[in-house]
């Protein structure tokens, strides 16, 4: 069986293959559709973010990427992201 960080690469390494497209989708608990820069995947508090979700709803794919935090929380994230305004961006 593959451990969690050989999934949760594999998972970045195909996202980032469709980097053409520029963009991917995730959700929030709520529901909510955020369209994220593929770049994004790269930044730190992101791959967290996408670790989070692997603990919580696993990693079988049974529908859109969900993130298991709040609506206001991920606005917040992206925000300071597209500012350039915590490292690693």
């Known amino acids: 069986m593959k451990s969690s960080s050989k999934i949760l690469s ?9 980097k053409k497209k ?17 770049d994004y ?6 791959k967290v973010l ?3 979700a692997e603990e919580e709803f696993g990693t079988a794919a049974h529908g859109p990427l969900q993130v298991p935090c709040e609506e206001e929380f991920l606005e917040y ?13």
Do not use: D
């Open 10 to 18: 594999e998972i970045i390494q195909k996202w980032i293959t469709m």
């Open 22 to 38: 520029g963009h991917f989708a995730v959700y929030t608990k709520e529901g909510k559709r955020f369209v994220v820069p593929i």
């Open 41 to 46: 995947l790269n930044h730190p508090i992101f």
């Open 50 to 52: 996408l670790e989070m």
């Open 77 to 89: 994230i992206f925000t300071l992201l597209s500012k350039k305004s915590i490292p690693g961006t």
